[in-house]
């Protein structure tokens, strides 16, 4: 426990994982401490792709799954409607109170099989002061472990509009190499790495050396996406430069592509 006013009194965190709700915030209770060899880690690891909703009442599931080498307290879901804006901190003369977010929906979500998959479902439309427009509606992915470490929040898209349907995609993807670097001296064996996202959903990555394709990495339909990873034998080649190509093509067919230079020696 931290109890960094000195007065053995500590306040449980509020269902967020973030700072306490109770008290004056000046201390908190189970707070974990420490490096990251020594910290259980907990990740959500997949967690749907963009979803497409029709405006109407309608029961939608909803789903993370989640890995950890501890054991797992809780996992929630949070959908936050357009142009949601969080509460703002109330201050008074003593003291800075931190109060509770309203106006999104919170969502526990439940492991039945004990397979690391959480799920839950939603109700569209029941609750017509919250629905009441359509457009990107946000679901934030939440999961703590017993041992009090938070994974990274990862999010998804709820598009509600008038027929549930995706609308016709001509926005290319996103595609980047991460490594190498362009312009780097290569040799022995390295990593041609690549990352690419979609604004409805990404089909595949190709990687290619000199025109030459290296790999073909297809994209599953749930999020993140992979990234596309080829390692290559510089021995092979001969020295001098060659163009690193990346390509990212989405379900519509719309292509992005970006190209770097290395130099085999």
């Not at 800075?96 to 004990?114: A, Q």
């Not at 679901?139 to 598009?159: H, K, L, M, P």
């Not at 595609?175 to 780097?184: C, D, G, K, R």
Request: hydrophobic share 35%; aromatic share 10%.
């Amino acid at each position: 426990m931290i109890d960094d006013n000195h007065d053995e009194v500590g306040h449980v965190g509020g269902p967020f994982f973030g700072l306490p709700i109770g008290g004056d915030g000046s201390d908190a209770l189970n707070v974990w401490i420490g490096t990251g060899s020594n910290c259980p880690e907990t990740t959500v690891n997949f967690f749907p792709n963009r979803m497409y909703i029709k405006s109407g009442i309608s029961i939608k599931p909803i789903w993370a799954v989640v890995d950890t080498d501890s054991l797992i307290e809780k996992v929630y879901a949070t959908i936050i409607p357009p142009n949601w804006t969080p509460s703002e901190m109330i201050s008074d003369d003593e003291c800075s109170n931190l109060i509770e977010d309203t106006g999104f929906l919170l969502i526990e979500l439940h492991d039945y099989d004990g397979d690391g998959n959480y799920t839950s479902f939603f109700e569209v439309g029941l609750d017509p002061d919250f629905w009441n427009t359509t457009g990107d509606y946000k679901a934030n992915f939440y999961a703590r472990s017993q041992d009090r470490t938070v994974a990274d929040i990862q999010s998804t898209c709820i598009t509600l509009n008038e027929d549930g349907k995706a609308p016709p995609d001509t926005i290319p993807p996103k595609i980047s190499i991460l490594h190498p670097n362009a312009n780097a001296t290569v040799s022995n064996i390295i990593n041609i790495t690549a990352e690419g996202n979609d604004d409805q959903q990404l089909d595949k990555i190709q990687l290619l050396l000199d025109g030459t394709l290296l790999k073909e990495e297809v994209m599953p339909p749930y999020l993140p996406y992979p990234e596309a990873i080829y390692n290559l034998n510089t021995s092979n080649y001969k020295n001098g430069l060659y163009n690193v190509t990346a390509i990212a093509i989405d379900k519509a067919n719309n292509v992005k592509q970006t190209s770097i230079a290395i130099n085999i020696q």
